[in-house]
Each structure stands twice: as structure tokens, then as C-alpha cells.
């Protein structure tokens, strides 16, 4: 078996069935790969057996990652999310990125280019076109650049591939309270104990059929910035490589909660803004307005996050319960 395929999924019958119906027509012959699926229910493939149900032991993504990457057989690890559509060629793309590293092995990430459903929304367009929601944009301007090294902070598991044994034993943290930065921190040990780089391979592609909600939005960047007081203090080592700082010293939460305070008027007419911005049609803004609005939100974004990291923070200290370190796995 060359390439095994793992979709971890939450649910959604209808984006799987498109995803499957997509592999189902690669043009890597059908022998090569295999299709490993964990979802709270088997779906009603009407495939191969090279379409397999891995059942998980908790509905966690990580821990159907974990599932996906005990079952799988394959010589090359290829991760999708269920809500995209591999291009005919994308299993065999992947294939020849790593076999095009001979000697150097790496993580391979391939693009994910949005599909723009209608009504299309100048929000959608900003997702698109900037990194308010991914860094895909910025991979996708330097996309010539196929040495550059893209390192573990810009892993997303859309569209990536690995060799399997440059990843053997090493498995996702399962814990809901690192949830948002489970992948990130997967890759960061990847990548710092094998020396692997991660590039990026712009003709490898998927398309990915998911719209951003302000509110959804707001949430999950609510969400990380709690979850990341709480991995600077499970892991203190990937923390400071990935924020580049000691995230939950005190002088930090300080200058959050003095950056929270002063910002907070201009925060709440951006949050006011960013949902106008769902109900305004993505022609009605040029790209230097687009990049403008994208300069905006992103004090939003940073602005929520440390709201998050401050209510962790607080929570914390009125907690005796502190996480042990956790030291990098080999």
C-alpha cells in the first residue's frame, strides 16, 4: 500500500459522500491507496473495502487521528478534512512530492483554495484573500519558493502528507483543554525530533468547502487564547517556540489586560463591523479595501485571544490545580 488516505470527521454525511466520491475517482490506481474514516457512526460508503470505518474510543479529533494513524498501512500518511474535494490527481501529487525528496523527508502541505458559495459574502472574500482565518494566502503568494521551510506554526491538516515512519509513535494530545493547538503541537514534536521541515506544494489540491461565521469566529479565537495560558503550562517548550515568548508569565497577562482595556471601545465597533461584513456582497470592496478590513480585524482577533488568555489566567489563580510540564517526545 503506497498512500493511506485518513479523514477524521465530527460528522456530516453529505461533505464526506463529495470526498469520497472524489478519491473514488483519483488517478492513482485503486490498489495503491486506502481510505480510513472515523465518524460517530459508520457512513454508508458503497465503496471497496479500501473505504474503511476506524471506530474511535472518544468523539475527539485527535483521538480519531490517533485511531486513523493506528490503522493505517499505508508507506505515506495523507490527512483531508471531511469538508473537502481532492482534485483527480491530488493522491498521486503527494506521492511525488516525497518521492521527489529522496533523502530529504519532510511534511507536505498541499493547497486548499475555498469554494466561494452564493451569496458570496465580503467576509468570505476576506478569508480568502488574507490570513484573518489561515495562512494559506501568504503559502499560496510564495508558492515558488519550494524549498522554504514552512515550519510547524503553519501545519493544517486540510491537505498534509507525511512518510510514515518519519511520524512513528507519534500521536496526538487528546485532551479537550489543548483541543485548539492539538495539531500544531503534533507537528511542532514532528518536525523538532525528526528535523523535518514542512513545504508547501501549490499544484497538490484540495478544495475546501467551509464558510467562516462571525460569531464561530470570535469563539474559537476566544477558545485559543484560553487554551493557550494552558499549554504554556503543559508545554512550556512548544509554547515558547510557537508564540516565541513565556505565554503565561505575569508581566504577559499585565500587558494583556492593559491591551484588553484601552482597545475595548475600538474592539467592540470591529465586532460590530466583522458581522456587517456577512451581510455585504464581496464586490463591494476593492483588494486594497479588502487588505484594510483585514488590518482591522485582526486587532479583533488579537484582542478576543487575550480576552481568552485572561480568563484562563484568572481562572488559574483561583485554582490549586497547575498541569506538570510535559517534556518533547521522541
Not at 251 to 263: G, H, N, Q, T
Given at each position: 500500500m503506497q498512500i493511506s ?316 490545580q497547575t498541569p506538570a ?6
Open positions: 488516505v485518513l479523514i477524521p470527521s465530527l460528522a456530516s454525511p453529505d461533505r464526506l459522500a463529495r470526498c469520497f466520491d472524489a478519491l473514488g475517482a483519483q488517478t492513482l490506481p485503486a490498489d495503491q491507496f486506502e481510505v480510513l474514516y472515523s465518524t460517530p457512526q459508520k457512513a454508508d460508503t458503497h465503496r471497496s473495502d479500501r473505504f474503511r470505518h476506524v471506530p474511535s474510543p472518544t468523539n475527539g479529533l485527535a483521538a480519531r487521528r490517533n485511531a486513523l494513524l493506528a490503522a493505517a498501512k499505508g508507506d505515506v500518511i495523507l490527512f483531508l478534512a471531511d469538508d473537502v474535494v481532492p482534485l483527480p490527481d491530488c493522491l498521486e501529487g503527494h506521492l511525488n512530492a516525497h518521492q521527489s525528496l529522496a533523502g530529504k523527508p519532510a511534511l507536505v502541505m498541499g493547497a486548499a483554495p475555498a469554494v466561494i458559495r452564493l451569496p458570496d459574502r465580503l467576509l468570505d472574500r476576506v478569508a480568502r484573500e488574507t490570513s484573518l482565518a489561515a495562512p494559506l494566502d501568504q503559502m499560496e503568494k510564495h508558492s515558488t519558493s519550494i524549498e522554504r521551510d514552512w515550519t510547524f506554526r503553519n501545519a493544517l491538516f486540510l491537505n498534509m502528507s507525511f512518510r510514515a515512519q518519519d511520524a512513528a509513535g507519534m500521536l496526538f494530545d487528546e485532551s479537550p483543554e489543548h483541543s485548539e493547538y492539538a495539531d500544531l503541537e503534533w507537528a511542532w514534536r514532528v518536525t523538532s525530533a525528526r528535523s523535518l521541515p514542512l513545504v508547501y506544494r501549490h499544484q497538490i489540491r484540495v478544495r475546501h468547502d467551509h464558510r467562516i461565521e462571525p460569531d464561530a469566529f470570535l469563539d474559537r479565537e476566544f477558545c485559543r487564547g484560553t487554551q493557550a495560558f494552558r499549554i504554556g503550562l503543559r508545554y512550556p517548550r512548544f509554547a515558547k517556540a510557537l508564540f516565541g515568548r513565556e505565554i503565561g508569565q505575569a508581566d504577559e497577562i499585565r500587558y494583556s489586560r492593559a491591551f484588553v482595556e484601552a482597545e475595548r471601545g475600538l474592539a467592540e465597533q470591529l465586532r460590530q463591523e466583522l458581522f456587517a461584513l456577512a451581510d455585504v456582497a464581496s464586490d463591494s470592496a476593492t483588494p486594497q479595501a479588502v487588505e484594510f478590513i483585514y488590518n482591522e480585524q485582526s486587532l479583533l482577533k488579537r484582542w478576543t485571544w487575550r480576552l481568552g488568555l485572561i480568563s484562563a489566567a484568572t481562572q488559574a489563580a483561583n485554582s490549586s510540564p510535559m517534556s518533547l517526545a521522541a
